[in-house]
Antibody
Framework: EVQLVESGGGLVQPGGSLRLSCAASGFTFSGFWMNWFRQAPGKGLEWVANMKEDGNRYYVDSLKGRFTISRDNAKNSLYLQMNSLRVEDTAVYYC????????????WGQGTLVTVSS | EIVMTQSPATLSVSPGERATLSCRASQSVSSKLAWYQQKRGQAPRLLIYGASTRASGIAARFSGSGSGTEFTLTISSLQSEDFAVYYCQQYNDWPPMYTFGQGTKLEIK
C-alpha cells in the first residue's frame, strides 16, 4: 500500500525557517517524481515544487529562491526547506507522487500545517 | 502560465440527481487534464486523468469529457459521500507548471 506521511509543520515567526519531511512507503520511491503542494486556509490547491529521482527540480515561479526541495532515495524521503517565511505561506503542505506516465498526482499524504505568525 | 477556471463556484444538487461541473483552460491542454475530489480536512483524491479515464477504484458514476480548453466532470447520480470540493488540474506545461482551478463546491440541495 502506498503511503506518504508528512511531518515538520508548526508555528513559526515571519522570517523564520522550517523543514518539512515526507516519508514514503509501499512503492519504489527512487522511480518517481515527487511533489509538494500547499493549500492556504479556505483556498485552493497550489503546486509548489517537484523533483525527479536524478536530481532535476522545478519550482513555482513565485517561490523560487525561498523554498528548496530535496530528496534522499536511500531513506525514501522528500523534504521542503522553507526560508524567509511570510504570513501568506500559512497553509497545509502536502506531498504527492506524480504518476509514472503523466503529470497528474495519484497518491497524496494527509498534509502538515504550517502557520506563520508573530 | 495556463489559467484554469471552474464553474460554478458552488453547485447545489439533490441526492440521486446528476451534477455537471465545468473547467476551462486559458489555452489548449489537449487531454492533459485531471479531476480531484477533496473532502473537508482530507487530502485531494484523484478521480479522473487524461480528461476521461477513471482512476483506480473510482465509481462508474464519475465521468470526464472534453479536450483542448473545455472539460466537464459529470456525476450521474449523486450519493451522500460525493458532496465535496472538486478541482481540475492541467499538466500540459513544460517545464512543469501544474495549475488548478479554484474549485467547485458541490453541496446538498
Amino acid at each position: 500500500e502506498v503511503q506518504l506521511v508528512e511531518s515538520g509543520g508548526g508555528l513559526v515567526q515571519p522570517g523564520g525557517s522550517l523543514r518539512l519531511s515526507c516519508a514514503a512507503s509501499g512503492f519504489t520511491f527512487s522511480g518517481f517524481w515527487m511533489n509538494w503542494f500547499r493549500q492556504a486556509p479556505g483556498k485552493g490547491l497550489e503546486w509548489v515544487a517537484n523533483m525527479k529521482e536524478d536530481g532535476n527540480r522545478y519550482y513555482v515561479d513565485s517561490l523560487k529562491g525561498r523554498f528548496t526541495i530535496s530528496r534522499d532515495n536511500a531513506k525514501n524521503s522528500l523534504y521542503l526547506q522553507m526560508n524567509s517565511l511570510r504570513v501568506e505561506d500559512t497553509a497545509v503542505y502536502y506531498c504527492a507522487r506524480k504518476a509514472e506516465a503523466a503529470g497528474y498526482f495519484d497518491y497524496w499524504g494527509q498534509g502538515t500545517l504550517v502557520t506563520v505568525s508573530s | 502560465e495556463i489559467v484554469m477556471t471552474q464553474s460554478p463556484a458552488t453547485l447545489s444538487v439533490s441526492p440521486g440527481e446528476r451534477a455537471t461541473l465545468s473547467c476551462r483552460a486559458s489555452q489548449s491542454v489537449s487531454s492533459k487534464l485531471a479531476w480531484y475530489q477533496q473532502k473537508r480536512g482530507q487530502a485531494p483524491r484523484l478521480l479522473i486523468y487524461g480528461a476521461s479515464t477513471r482512476a483506480s477504484g473510482i465509481a462508474a458514476r464519475f465521468s470526464g469529457s472534453g479536450s483542448g480548453t473545455e472539460f466537464t466532470l459529470t456525476i450521474s447520480s449523486l450519493q451522500s459521500e460525493d458532496f465535496a470540493v472538486y478541482y481540475c488540474q492541467q499538466y500540459n506545461d513544460w517545464p512543469p507548471m501544474y495549475t488548478f482551478g479554484q474549485g467547485t463546491k458541490l453541496e446538498i440541495k
